[in-house]
């Protein structure tokens, strides 16, 4: 079918769609006779259509308590429980006992329940009509019943929604009474293992640093500051005297004790300074000490949270021995600084060799016993005891850092540190629950109080409710009566109908103006021709002999026309368009015939060339009558003789003859055939052109076209044109134009006999000045085999010498290869399409049959103001 892509502007696409929807008026007895079948099936449907009453109820679900326990908001909650709703009402239990309550369907339910309740869900709807309210209809044939029903189905759902609230609601405030008393246990739980452990742990507390292996906060300030007076250890105990010669004892101690710990950290490497005073050098210390804890503490941390073997774990123990290495080497430089020394001594260090060391530390415990005795003396031996106390352990100390304490002295340390870390990570560990406990007893305590809330309104029926908004209402008008039976059935048929009429238009493709031609992208519209009116048929016309009586002054032909006719015993001259050729002797057998004009009939014609050309003369009045174009002819080589003679005239004293099918003709038809010729004469060039009207099928007015654009053609004597018969297997040239020719004049004869090896012109018949017919005498050819000689083409081309134009009525393309061989013998083609008979397939088809070698165009004939469904004939009509 067309398409609205070919067309390039919105105008002609707008008009394009007009042109297609107006063709369904084609189809306006079907669409009748459906919407008339329509409307009666939809009048019966309304009168045998019961009334039905509809009842409706709304419905109002509202929140009056926001307890907090869903996230959602009321909206997202109310299009929740749309489907729940909806499912509770339709549920066949809530169905059936309405059904048993009010008598409903007592057929269906006498056959079955289920039947009965599957017809009452087709006549119950449930819908939201906003996010908080419901609508519940009911549809029956009585009023009461279906606002009866209505309003009990709405009591249902309102009794069924509450009891199903306060279930839930009670269930869920058991399940979290039983979760906050188990919240509390885990509580009680956790605090009795945290207070097990600080009774077995005194030294932890609750508080803030409550640890006693947390580190100790450090004084701020830059380094040299005093220390603030909350960091000092103890206050000043009273000034006793000081023995000098106890002062010097212990001054060479401690000289001693450095010179043995100066190797033992780099800061007591020989020639490094030392603080400058004892200060210095003991806030050193306390910060190394400080880093120590630090260091141990975040080991401890560590350890909580992943094994001793982790990285991170190992790399925290390096740094608590970092800090130990550092705390040793600045207890070191306090004990040489409080010794009076400014760096370590080179040359002792350096010669701190094992019988140094011993010698040394003969000499430490030498001083040792002398200050013990002199403290002893000075204070008592309590005193001395406390001294040596304090100073015995500080020689293991040293050994120890020279590598000369015992392996096992170690192990101690070591399991002191492990015993640390476990306390510290199962008090951590204990705090951590307890926390924990608390935070899920605040959660279920809240959860709580929110079900407890919640159960106690809806018990109350006070938290969230179904409330009646609008009652069941008793129905006053029916929801479907008879009148809208009638007018739906009315709308769906004349839309049925008018969707089958336009299916049929857009599935047809039978082609109705040239925007079909278009669409197919083929070969290209020359003209449209319009429909033309009809007319009775030519009358029927014998044509004139073009040979007088009298033959015996005829010894050959002039080429001057004869002023007048001639008659009687006075030789007639030659026709004015017949030039003076040789000629051959009479054939002494052949018998004269009788070539009078009123006396000419088709059996009495003998065309034999041999018979009539040296015996006879021209009849110049039947030539004159029609008045004749001459002809320029050229002798044959063979035979001397014309290669094409004018056998007769047709001679119409009554009328205009074969011209009268241009009478009265539309003015846009004349238009369209000149319009044709006028594209024939740009593609002529000045050449003699043999141009074939054929067409994809039968009754398709290639005859009628092909007639009417020779004489278009002709028209006032512009051209000499031919009208050839090429249809040979059903002629229809001369019913149409109304000739009666002779049996021997027709085409397919004299090919027969140039088959037979007569060679004799080719005789054709003067229709005007400037027009020819080569046509058939009856509507069926003698040798309609001839078309497929080579004497076919010989003849056209040699009528293409004497013509301007040889119009070729062809045969159909589809069916046959008849209109192949014409293609051959033509210089081009004209495909002949009749609107709205012609099927844009068979065009396609036979475009491509032919081929787009010698395809001139498209001629769409018959083109009617409006699109008419025409029926194909077999056969067709002469007249058109």
């Known amino acids: 079918m067309s398409s609205l892509s070919t067309e390039s502007t919105p105008r002609e696409r707008l008009d394009r769609a007009i042109s297609v929807l107006g063709r369904v008026r084609m189809y306006w007895r079907g669409v009748a006779a459906m919407i008339a079948v329509g409307l009666s099936i939809s009048l019966a449907l309304a009168l045998t259509t019961k009334r039905v009453w509809r009842s409706e109820a709304t419905l109002l679900y509202r929140e009056t308590i926001q307890t907090g326990r869903d996230p959602q908001s009321s909206a997202a909650r109310a299009a929740r429980l ?40 087709n006549h119950v709807g449930f819908r939201a009509q906003s996010s908080d309210t419901y609508v519940i209809s009911f549809t029956h044939d009585g009023p009461h019943v279906a606002q009866q029903v209505a309003a009990r189905l709405t009591q249902i759902l309102i009794e069924d929604y509450r009891r199903a609230s306060v279930g839930a609601a009670t269930m869920t405030r058991d399940f979290l009474r039983e979760e906050l008393a188990e919240a509390s246990a885990k509580v009680d739980e956790a605090s009795r293992a945290l207070a097990t452990f600080l009774a077995r742990n005194p ?62 950290s780099p800061s007591a490497a020989p020639g490094q300074p030392l603080p400058h005073t004892v200060v210095e050098a003991q806030r050193a210390r306390d910060a190394a000490a400080a880093a120590v804890a630090s260091a141990e503490a975040a080991l401890a941390e560590k350890l909580t949270t992943v094994t001793p073997l982790h990285p991170d774990a190992i790399a925290a123990k390096r740094r608590v021995e970092a800090a130990k290495g550092q705390l040793a080497a600045a207890e070191s430089a306090l004990g040489l600084v409080r010794a009076g020394l400014t760096e370590v001594p080179r040359d002792e260090a350096r010669a701190l060799t094992p019988p140094r060391r011993a010698a040394l530390e003969a000499e430490r415990s030498a001083l040792h016993r002398q200050i013990a005795g002199l403290r002893a003396r000075a204070g008592g031996g309590s005193a001395a005891a406390g001294g040596e106390a304090r100073r015995a352990p500080r020689a293991p100390a040293g050994s120890a850092a020279d590598g000369e304490a015992p392996r096992g002295s170690r192990e101690p340390d070591e399991r002191a540190e492990d015993r640390v870390i476990e306390l510290e990570t199962e008090w951590h560990r204990l705090r951590l629950d307890l926390e924990r406990a608390r935070e899920y007893l605040k959660t ?41 039976v009638l007018f739906a059935g009315a709308a769906v048929t004349f839309f049925f109908a008018l969707g089958v009429a336009g299916a049929r238009v857009l599935l047809n493709d039978t082609l109705y103006d040239g925007g079909d031609i278009h669409a197919l992208g083929g070969p290209a519209l020359l003209a449209a021709m319009p429909e033309l009116p009809a007319r009775p048929p030519l009358r029927e016309r014998a044509i004139v002999s073009a040979y007088g009586p009298d033959p015996s002054s005829a010894p050959g032909y002039s080429d001057e026309p004869s002023s007048a006719p001639g008659h009687g015993d006075e ?51 039947a030539l004159a009558c029609v008045g004749a174009r001459p002809l320029s002819y050229a002798p044959s080589a063979a035979f001397g003789e014309p290669e094409v003679e004018i056998l007769g005239a047709d001679v119409d004293p009554e009328g205009c003859g074969v011209f009268e099918l241009l009478r009265g003709a539309p003015a846009a038809a004349l238009a369209a055939l000149r319009v ?42 512009r051209a000499r044109v031919l009208l050839v018969e090429g249809h040979l297997a059903r002629p229809r040239v001369a019913a149409l134009l109304g000739l009666r020719l002779p049996a021997r004049a027709g085409f397919s004869e004299q090919l027969r006999r140039r088959m037979a090896g007569q060679a004799r012109p080719l005789g054709v018949v003067a229709l005007g000045p400037s027009l020819s017919v080569l046509a058939e005498p009856s ?72 081929g787009e070698r010698r395809i001139l165009g498209v001629v769409l004939n018959d083109v009617a103001p409006r699109p008419v469904a025409r029926k194909r004939i077999e056969v067709e009509a002469p007249a058109t």
């Not at 005093?226 to 000034?239: E, L």
């Open 676 to 717: 044709l010729r006028h594209r024939l004469d740009q593609r002529r060039g000045g050449e003699p052109l043999a141009v074939a009207v054929v067409s994809p099928g039968r009754a398709e007015g290639k005859t009628a076209l092909a007639t009417r654009l020779a004489m278009t053609l002709a028209e006032a004597e």
């Open 203 to 264: 030294q932890f507390q609750w508080g803030l640093n409550d640890s006693p292996y947390a580190p100790a906060p450090q004084p701020l300030g830059p380094p040299g500051a005093p220390a603030p007076a909350s960091a000092r250890i103890a206050p000043a105990q009273p000034a006793r005297p000081v023995d000098p010669q106890l002062a010097a004892l212990e001054r060479q101690l401690a000289r001693v004790e450095a010179l043995l710990g100066a190797g033992r």
């Open 82 to 121: 749309g489907p729940k709703l909806k499912d509770t009402l339709t549920a066949r239990g809530t169905l059936a006992g309405v059904i048993e309550e009010f008598g409903l369907y007592p057929e269906k339910t006498a056959r079955s329940m289920v039947e009965a309740v599957e017809e009452m869900k």
């Open 571 to 621: 030789p007639s001259s030659a026709p004015p368009h017949i030039t003076e050729p040789p000629h051959t002797p009479p054939d002494p057998d052949a018998d004269p015939p009788d070539l009078a004009p009123e006396d000419a009939r088709s059996d009495d014609l003998d065309l034999d060339g041999a018979d009539v050309l040296p015996g006879s003369s021209w009849s110049a009045p």
């Open 779 to 850: 509507l069926e050819a003698s040798y309609p085999e001839a078309l497929h000689s080579v004497h076919f083409e010989a003849a056209l081309r040699t009528l293409r010498r004497y013509y301007d134009y040889v119009v070729i009525d062809g045969p159909p393309i589809l069916g046959t290869g008849d209109a192949n061989v014409i293609e051959d013998a033509s210089d081009g083609i004209l495909l002949v399409a009749r609107a709205s008979v012609t099927r844009a397939s068979s065009l396609t088809r036979a475009a491509e049959q032919i």
């Open 444 to 484: 279920a305590q809240a959860n709580e109080r929110a079900a407890n809330l919640s159960a106690d309104a809806a018990e109350d029926k006070s938290e969230t409710e179904l409330d009646i908004l609008d009652p069941a209402y008793l129905p006053s008008r029916p929801d479907r009566g008879r009148g809208r």
